[in-house]
């Protein structure tokens, strides 16, 4: 005869009930790893809300080489140098168009004993001595070839190469060190979420071997591509399509990129107030940071560099201040 019609509905409704929590217990376990390593703990933060030396207006870049740490001060459109544990040394620029002038410095890159600052508002990048002193410019306003509409963050291949994020164009343009356009990644003043696409990329950086990594910064991903261009890998949330979340290995906005002593990539993720690391195939490694103001917490982390040591250094933008991390053992 058969349940009677009440109890077969309910024994289809357990069963149903059942089936989706096999289903989100399955997906929790697919796309939100748990961690691999030990975390990091605070070591120290320097810096307040100012003009003055030691001062920041929203630091948007940094960059450690040497044991000296760069940064981009953006709003006083300076860049500022220190020791590792935060002693001022020196800072140089300011606001303008011509050369060894700023605005709105973003990503800092070092190589090769110069430091390459994308300029946010004067659609270009600016090269420099470490001493502070100016010594090119490469690129200008516009969506051509070889032109910049806010490019947010650069990497330097091994034969000297410039790997641009481009900001408002959505796309990642190669150059020659001269500036010579050579190719890009993703259609000009058109986002995407499809593998190649990006929305509003704000940072590069290049592998032990190579490889190009973008932190696509509104798609909440980071996307992998080799050295002849073709696309490797994506990650970040289901299927790295755009979803953001607070789960291990998904972002809100990924806005800096940096490679560590062991290969380890750190992203900074901007809106979940921490620092992701990741292996370079992507695996989820360990995370640190929560929002706050004391201590130990961050608002809104947009920068992030590594040391030799282990360090990570991280420009604290709405705290106006950098915070220095050391590994756990």
Do not use: C
Not at 46 to 65: C, L, M, N, R, Y
Request: aromatic share 14%; hydrophobic share 40%.
């Amino acid at each position: 005869m058969g349940l009677p019609r009440t109890r077969r509905f309910w024994s289809i409704a357990g069963w149903t009930v059942a089936a989706i929590l096999i289903l989100m217990i399955v997906g929790w376990f697919a796309f939100v790893p748990l961690a691999k390593e030990p975390g990091y703990r605070f070591a120290m933060a320097w810096g307040s809300k100012g003009e003055g030396p030691g001062q920041f207006e929203d630091p948007t870049g940094i960059a450690v080489a040497n044991g000296k740490v760069f940064v981009a001060d953006s709003r006083n459109n300076r860049i500022q140098v220190f020791t590792e544990n935060g002693r001022f040394l020196r800072m140089f620029g300011k606001s303008g168009k011509a050369l060894g002038e700023l605005g709105r410095p973003m990503n800092l890159t070092i190589h090769d004993g110069e430091l390459y600052v994308p300029e946010y508002f004067n659609d270009r990048i600016q090269v420099f001595g470490l001493d502070g002193m100016a010594r090119r410019v490469i690129g200008r306003s516009g969506a051509g070839p070889g032109q910049f509409n806010a490019p947010g963050g650069v990497a330097v291949a091994a034969n000297g190469d410039l790997l641009v994020a481009d900001f408002y164009s959505h796309r990642i343009q190669e150059l020659r060190s001269d500036g010579t356009f050579i190719r890009q990644w993703g259609t000009t003043g058109r986002k995407g979420h499809f593998a190649g696409n990006f929305i509003y990329p704000t940072d590069t950086a290049i592998a032990r071997n190579g490889d190009l990594y973008v932190a696509d910064a509104y798609a909440n991903r980071v996307q992998v591509f080799d050295r002849s261009g073709k696309f490797r890998m994506k990650w970040g949330g289901p299927f790295a399509i755009g979803v953001p979340g607070g789960f291990n290995g998904w972002f809100r906005v990924a806005t800096s990129l940096a490679f560590g002593p062991k290969g380890d990539l750190f992203v900074a993720d901007f809106y979940n107030n921490r620092i992701q690391k990741f292996s370079a195939d992507g695996t989820f490694l360990t995370s640190f940071g929560r929002k706050g103001s004391g201590p130990g917490t961050f608002n809104h982390p947009i920068a992030v560099a590594a040391a030799g040591d282990g360090s990570v250094f991280v420009a604290d933008f709405a705290n106006d201040r950098i915070e220095r991390w050391r590994p756990e053992h």
